[in-house]
């Protein structure tokens, strides 16, 4: 009877709290986040070719995880680009954003296109160029 209880209390819990290992994908970032400088385009992020140098291009998915006050507590690279400068670029702006208070380790998954022709890199949908990817 008590190993019956004590499963009740565990299923009952985790209906209550909810997922605690899926990204936000329903929320619109520009309500979340309040302080969001783009990443740059790292000078370092180029190759030799016979016809000159040329600017890489890579995708690079961040997960994002903010604390209850709205702080980031850690960026990690969950798709990377394949080269480190794109995916340092990437984390580094993230570390710096600022989100409303909420839940605490709530994250989002924030796809960053880096284009050669483009000075900036391109942030996904729902920021103008800003969002994030569902949790696989």
């Known amino acids: 009877m008590r190993r019956l209880a004590g499963i009740f209390i565990m299923l009952y819990s985790l209906v209550c709290a909810?997922?605690?290992?899926?990204?936000?994908?329903?929320?619109?970032?520009?309500?979340?986040?309040?302080?969001?400088?783009?990443?740059?385009?790292?000078?370092?992020?180029?190759?030799?070719?016979?016809?000159?140098w040329r600017r890489i291009e890579g995708r690079t998915v961040c997960r994002v995880s903010l604390d209850a006050r709205g702080g980031v507590t850690a960026v990690r690279v969950i798709e990377s680009s394949g080269n480190k400068a794109l995916d340092s670029a990437a984390t580094e702006a993230f570390r710096?954003?600022?989100?409303?208070?909420?839940?605490?380790?709530?994250?989002?998954?924030?796809?960053?296109?880096?284009?050669?022709?483009?000075?900036?890199?391109?942030?996904?949908?729902?920021?103008?160029?800003?969002?994030?990817t569902p949790n696989r």
């Open 18 to 52: 909810g997922p605690l290992c899926v990204a936000d994908t329903t929320a619109d970032l520009r309500n979340v986040f309040t302080y969001m400088p783009p990443p740059q385009y790292p000078p370092e992020a180029s190759e030799r070719r016979s016809n000159g």
């Open 96 to 132: 710096s954003w600022r989100a409303r208070p909420g839940r605490s380790g709530r994250f989002f998954d924030i796809p960053v296109k880096f284009l050669a022709e483009s000075h900036s890199p391109q942030l996904p949908g729902n920021l103008g160029n800003l969002g994030h």
